[in-house]
T-cell receptor, first 110, second 115 residues
Framework: RKEVEQDPGPFNVPEGATVAFNCTYS??????FFWYRQDCRKEPKLLMS???SGNEDGRFTAQLNRASQYISLLIRDSKLSDSATYLC???????????FGAGTRLTVKP | DGGITQSPKYLFRKEGQNVTLSCEQN?????MYWYRQDPGQGLRLIYY???????QKGDIAEGYSVSREKKESFPLTVTSAQKNPTAFYLC??????????????FGQGTRLTVV
């Protein structure tokens, strides 16, 4: 079983749609959680950290459920520029390792 | 400007040769990581290091070696034992365990092609 499992996608949505990505992790000792965005042939860049209380950054909302070991990302009012691959990241399980989900590809169409 | 630098951006290797990928950071980060990404797939952890002179194997360490002689540097050697080395290699760094704001920052990556 992979340490981080993520919806494989792809997601193809129209502009203005709301889309949700989900991720589960297996190591209950994990301490830090993030969503990264990766554009084609580029390095991943931090989108937002994920906190137990939930957090919002503009159109993006991230949630963490430690009991279920589940992370989510909600994107509202999708823009063409949101098209990318979204990666969930889990950190700090053993020796501060950092593991990625396989990524979910999002394409927003006009 | 602080950041993390990988070099070279593109690298071609003949079969049977070892090759070393460079990763340098001036962010004063304790932790450094190496990942491999194949087309259409996620990042797989090769090796990681929390402090100088210490490192741990990730999920796909076979055929790779690393060293951490300086805090700023974490080079990755792809050896001839790695059967399918053609991939996109990404290096990352972050503050150490137990610290806040522990997000990782990435270099721009090295595309390795075996010819």
């Amino acid at each position: 079983r992979k340490e981080v499992e993520q919806d494989p996608g792809p997601f193809n949505v129209p502009e203005g749609a709301t889309v949700a990505f989900n991720c589960t992790y297996s190591n209950s000792a994990s301490q830090s959680f993030f969503w990264y965005r990766q554009d084609c042939r580029k390095e991943p860049k931090l989108l937002m950290s994920v906190y137990s209380s939930g957090n919002e950054d503009g159109r993006f909302t991230a949630q963490l459920n430690r009991a279920s070991q589940y992370i989510s990302l909600l994107i509202r009012d999708s823009k063409l520029s949101d098209s990318a691959t979204y990666l969930c990241v889990v950190k700090g399980g053993r020796n501060n390792d950092m593991r990625f989900g396989a990524g979910t590809r999002l394409t927003v169409k006009p | 400007d602080g950041g993390i630098t990988q070099s070279p951006k593109y690298l071609f290797r003949k079969e049977g040769q070892n090759v070393t990928l460079s990763c340098e950071q001036n962010l004063n980060h304790d932790a450094m990581y190496w990942y491999r990404q194949d087309p259409g797939q996620g990042l797989r952890l090769i090796y990681y290091s929390q402090i100088v002179n210490d490192f741990q194997k990730g999920d796909i360490a076979e055929g790779y070696s690393v060293s951490r002689e300086k805090k700023e540097s974490f080079p990755l050697t792809v050896t001839s034992a790695q059967k399918n080395p053609t991939a996109f290699y990404l290096c990352a760094s972050s503050v150490g365990q137990g610290r806040r704001n522990t997000e990782a920052f990435f270099g721009q990556g090295t595309r390795l092609t075996v010819v």
